[in-house]
């Protein structure tokens, strides 16, 4: 049995294949052919932070593979009460065929993962956000943009930029990351991407510089500069990321004709410009829907890896 943590523990190999799974059943939906690969199965799916993409999509998801979503919110549930974390999860598991959790920090995951008799689906902690990156993944595929890609992450070190680190490290491209003094990348997630890295050929530069980052770069992504969670900090985190919008003027130093990505949502004036996110909308908008796509090829490919 495997949990879905991080992109850490995947092989660039085991990537491809949940996101060729995914693509192929994108591909029988657009046919109208259904195939109940998760059939009378259940997601139990924990949110202790807001959703609207990773919610609809898994719930959607569930249903058309012949399965069943519950939504389990921690207001609601014993978890946001004090329930402990390890008794949650037995309870939970031996429920529920799979088990998706959004949280706050990543060792909750892990613990739950640790006493989960099911597979565990990382549905974003404040380390890591790895289901958006198997879709970002599965768009570049789409758009014939990821062999050669120069990636440019301009804005926060939050767990956005640290799943592109993974993703970076395992698949073997370039990605350039600039984020204002005093928001940078974890230093220990970063040691590990540069670890991996070595062994796939990615290039990996982190700066504070966003022209550095930005040069002939085929691929420019962003995410908001005050994640779910820190809330309190917006007024400051809005002033310390003075010229880090990313906005038509800057894309005129990444290659000509590169493309914009975003995980969503977007608050637009301050991490993107209204009128670069619009000039983007087509391939941010197919990004966001193979969100639906690239967890269904993860959910049946968690499900083959049972014994
Ligand atoms: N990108 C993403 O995970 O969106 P939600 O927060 O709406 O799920
Ligand atoms: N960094 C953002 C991602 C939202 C999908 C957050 O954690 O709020």
Not at 163 to 174: I, N, P, Q, V
Request: charged share 25%; aromatic share 8%.
């Amino acid at each position: 049995m495997r949990h879905f943590l991080t992109l850490k523990d995947f092989t660039k190999e085991e990537i491809l294949e949940i996101i060729s799974i995914g693509l192929e059943i994108k591909k029988n939906l657009k046919d109208k052919v259904y195939k109940k690969e998760l059939d009378m199965q259940t997601l139990g799916m924990i949110f202790e932070k807001s959703s609207t993409r990773t919610r609809v999509s898994f719930e959607a998801g569930m249903f058309q593979l012949g399965g069943h979503a519950l939504f389990l919110s921690n207001r609601d549930i014993h978890l946001g009460r004090g329930e402990p974390v390890k008794d949650t999860a037995r309870v939970i598991s031996s429920m529920c065929d799979m088990v998706m959790i959004r949280t706050f920090a990543h060792s909750m995951l892990e613990e739950f993962a640790e006493y989960s008799s099911v597979p565990v689906i990382n549905g974003l902690t404040d380390s890591y956000h790895p289901i958006q990156l198997l879709a970002d993944y599965m768009t570049m595929l789409e758009y014939d943009i990821a062999e050669d890609a120069v990636v440019a992450y301009v804005g926060d070190g939050n767990n956005m930029t640290h799943s592109w680190l993974m993703l970076a490290a395992k698949m073997g491209f370039e990605l350039r990351i600039a984020t204002p003094v005093g928001y940078e990348v974890d230093s220990k997630i970063l040691e590990e991407a540069l670890s991996l890295a070595k062994e796939s050929g990615a290039c990996i530069k982190v700066s504070n510089s966003i022209d550095e980052a930005l040069l002939d770069a085929t691929i420019v992504t962003t995410d908001t500069w005050a994640s779910m969670g820190q809330e309190d900090e917006k007024e400051e985190r809005v002033k310390a990321f003075q010229g880090y919008m990313v906005d038509g003027l800057k894309m005129c130093l990444a290659k000509k004709g590169a493309r914009f990505l975003h995980c969503l949502p977007a608050y637009r004036g301050y991490e993107v410009s209204d009128a670069l996110l619009e000039a983007h909308a087509d391939i941010v908008f197919d990004e966001a829907e193979n969100r639906l796509h690239a967890q269904k090829g993860l959910m049946v490919w968690l499900d083959k890896q049972r014994t």
